[in-house]
């Protein structure tokens, strides 16, 4: 059973940086493509970023230019690199697969920014 591990979060002031981090315990990311999530208190959880296999990369309108996701699959783990965060930004953010969830999910890392 594939297991992900997300961290990095923490409080930030409004237009700070935070890197997220999420490790699997299996090496999945050379086969799937793998996705950032994110639930904000009340909301229902949205994907924010995407890495195919192909390399190709989608981000929700809301984060363009500002988010960048990376991975490393020797390390079997992907990246969030967030910055200028907004206050609207706040919430517990999980990785798993894309376009399909197919993992379970992991506890998530949250990100809080304070305006």
């Known amino acids: 059973q594939v297991q992900l591990v997300e961290s990095g979060g923490g409080l930030v002031q409004a237009g700070g940086s935070l890197r997220l981090s999420c490790a699997a315990s299996?090496?999945?990311?050379?086969?799937?493509?793998m996705a950032w999530y994110r639930q904000a208190p009340g909301k229902q959880r949205e994907l924010v970023a995407a890495?195919?296999?192909?390399?190709?990369?989608n981000y929700v309108a809301s984060v363009k230019g500002r988010f960048t996701i990376s991975r490393d699959n020797p390390k079997n783990t992907v990246y969030l690199q967030m910055n200028s965060l907004k206050p609207e930004d706040t919430a517990v953010y999980y990785c798993?697969?894309?376009?399909?969830?197919?993992?379970?999910w992991g506890n998530g890392t949250l990100v809080t920014v304070s305006s």
């Open positions: 890495l195919t296999r192909g390399g190709i990369i």
């Open positions: 299996g090496s999945i990311f050379s086969i799937n493509s």
């Open positions: 798993n697969t894309h376009p399909y969830a197919i993992y379970s």
